[in-house]
C-alpha cells in the first residue's frame, strides 16, 4: 500500500523493527520463531531524478548514497550503502526491473544496535519502495528472502530469516510464528490491551558481523554433521544425551538450547492463545536462562535487567522477561500489565542507573504491522 504512485511523482514506503518473543537464535537451526513487529520504521520518500541516479539521504548520515543504475553493482558507498545496494542490484536481478533516477530520502526511529533489527527493517523498506517505483511486486516471503541474501552477501552476517521476515509479514496485533523450514507461517493474536511489551535497550551496542553470532552457527551445524542428521527436527534430547561425549560440552549446550527453545515456541503460542500469562512468563524467563546459560549470547546488563524484572514480580505487574534479538548487548522484552508499566519502567531504569551508571532507554510497544 502506498500513498504515492509513479502517476503522482511520489513514492512512500516503510518497515519496521522488530522484536521476538521467543525463539532465539533457532531461525538458522530449522525452527520456529514468534517475532512481533515495533511501531519504529524506516520510513523513505522518493522522487524521480534526472540520469540514471538512484539517491539516497538519510537523516542519520553525513553522506547520501549515490548508485549509478547504469552499472547495476557493487560500488563504493557509506558503509550503510551496502544493505541499500545490495537490494536494489538484488531487486534488478531477481525482477529484471528497469529503474527510473530517482532521490529518496529517509527517516529511521528504530535505534541501532539495539537488536531492534533496523539493517533489516532498512532492506525490507528499500525493496517495498523499488516495488512501488516499478509495479514489480515480489511475493512477501520472497521479499524476506531476498532481503535475507542481501544481509549475507552484501553485509557478511549468515543471519536466518526472522527480522526479515518480521519486518514483511507481521500484522497489528499480532505475533508472527513462522515455521523456519517450511517457511509457514500464521499470525497468532496479541490483542489484550491490558497487556503491553516494555523494551529496555541496554546501550550496549551488539556487533553480529564480528563473528560471534557466525560461531554459534558454526557449532549448531558441527552438531548435525557429528550426529549424521539433515535437521534439528530429526533431533531429540534423547539423542544429545547419548551423543554427549562425542559432541562435547559446548556443541552440546547449543543443541540443547536449541531443542528446549523449539519446544518453548510452540508452548508459548498454546500459552498466548489461552491468555496464560502465567505459564507466558514462566517460558520468558526459561527462555532467557537457556539463551544465557546453554547458547551464551546474553551479557551482564542484560541478565541484570531480566533478573530485575523478575525480582519485581508478578505483584508488581511484570508477567516475565528475556533478552531479544542476535544478543551480545541489545534489548530485553519485558511483558506488563498496562496499569504496572509506568512503574515497572522507572524501577528498571533506577536499578540499571544504580547498577552501571547510565540509563537504559526503555519504551513500551505493541504488536504494529509490517511493511507497506
Ligand atoms: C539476529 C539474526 C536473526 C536471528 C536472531 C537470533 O537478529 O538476524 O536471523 O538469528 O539474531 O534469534
Given at each position: 500500500m502506498s500513498d504515492g504512485s509513479p502517476d503522482t511523482n511520489t513514492w512512500r514506503a516503510s518497515a519496521p523493527g522488530r522484536v521476538n518473543l521467543i525463539g532465539e537464535h533457532v531461525d538458522y537451526n530449522h525452527g520456529w520463531v514468534l517475532p512481533m513487529a515495533i511501531g519504529q520504521r524506516?520510513?523513505?520518500?522518493?522522487?524521480?531524478?534526472?540520469?540514471?541516479?538512484?539517491?539516497f539521504e538519510?537523516?542519520?548520515?553525513?553522506?547520501?548514497?549515490?548508485?549509478?543504475?547504469?552499472?547495476?553493482?557493487?560500488?563504493?558507498?557509506?558503509?550503510?550503502g551496502r544493505y541499500v545496494q545490495g537490494v536494489v542490484w538484488e531487486f534488478i536481478r531477481v525482477t529484471g526491473a528497469t529503474l527510473p533516477g530517482f532521490h529518496a530520502t529517509l527517516h529511521s526511529d528504530i535505534p541501532q544496535g539495539?537488536?531492534?533489527?533496523?539493517?533489516?527493517?532498512?532492506?525490507?523498506?528499500?525493496?517495498?519502495?523499488?516495488?512501488?517505483?516499478?509495479?514489480?511486486?515480489?511475493?512477501?516471503?520472497?521479499?524476506?528472502?531476498l532481503c535475507q541474501h542481501v544481509e549475507h552477501t552484501y553485509a557478511g552476517v549468515p543471519c536466518g530469516l526472522m527480522d526479515q521476515a518480521a519486518s514483511t509479514l507481521c500484522e497489528a496485533d499480532h505475533v508472527l510464528l513462522l515455521d523456519c523450514v517450511t517457511h509457514e507461517y500464521r499470525q497468532v493474536p496479541f490483542e489484550d490491551p491490558n497487556v503491553v511489551v516494555l523494551i529496555a535497550n541496554?546501550?550496549?551496542?551488539?556487533?553480529?558481523?564480528?563473528?560471534?553470532?557466525?560461531?554459534?552457527?558454526?557449532?549448531?551445524?558441527?552438531?548435525?554433521?557429528?550426529?549424521?542428521?539433515?535437521?534439528?527436527?530429526?533431533?531429540?534430547?534423547?539423542?544429545?544425551?547419548k551423543a554427549h561425549e562425542r559432541l562435547g560440552p559446548v556443541r552440546y549446550r547449543r543443541a540443547r538450547h536449541v531443542l528446549s527453545e523449539n519446544g518453548r515456541t510452540l508452548s508459548m503460542v498454546n500459552a498466548l492463545e489461552q491468555a496464560d500469562w502465567m505459564t507466558v512468563g514462566e517460558?520468558?524467563?526459561?527462555?532467557?536462562?537457556?539463551?544465557?546459560?546453554?547458547?551464551?549470547?546474553?551479557?551482564?546488563?542484560?541478565?541484570?535487567?531480566?533478573?530485575?524484572?523478575?525480582?519485581?514480580g508478578s505483584e508488581q505487574g511484570v508477567i516475565g522477561s528475556r533478552m531479544t534479538g542476535g544478543g551480545f548487548g541489545g534489548s530485553t522484552v519485558t511483558l506488563v500489565h498496562k496499569n504496572a508499566v509506568a512503574r515497572v519502567q522507572s524501577a528498571l531504569e533506577n536499578a540499571y542507573r544504580d547498577r552501571f551508571g547510565f540509563s537504559p532507554s526503555c519504551f513500551v510497544a505493541r504488536p504494529s504491522h509490517g511493511a507497506c
Open positions: 524506516v520510513s523513505l520518500d522518493a522522487r524521480p531524478a534526472e540520469g540514471c541516479w538512484a539517491i538519510s537523516d542519520g548520515a553525513p553522506e547520501p548514497v549515490r548508485l549509478d543504475l547504469s552499472h547495476p553493482e557493487p560500488q563504493a558507498t557509506p558503509d550503510w539495539a537488536g531492534l533489527s533496523s539493517s533489516a527493517a532498512l532492506e525490507v523498506a528499500v525493496a517495498t519502495l523499488l516495488e512501488t517505483i516499478t509495479g514489480h511486486t515480489l511475493k512477501a516471503l520472497d521479499k524476506a528472502l541496554s546501550g550496549v551496542s551488539h556487533q553480529l558481523a564480528d563473528g560471534a553470532y557466525a560461531r554459534r552457527r558454526q557449532e549448531c551445524e558441527e552438531v548435525l554433521a557429528i550426529l549424521d542428521k539433515p535437521h534439528y527436527r530429526d533431533v531429540s534430547m534423547a539423542d544429545l544425551g517460558l520468558l524467563y526459561a527462555g532467557h536462562a537457556s539463551i544465557r546459560d546453554d547458547f551464551e549470547v546474553s551479557c551482564t546488563e542484560l541478565d541484570y535487567l531480566v533478573e530485575t524484572a523478575h525480582d519485581l
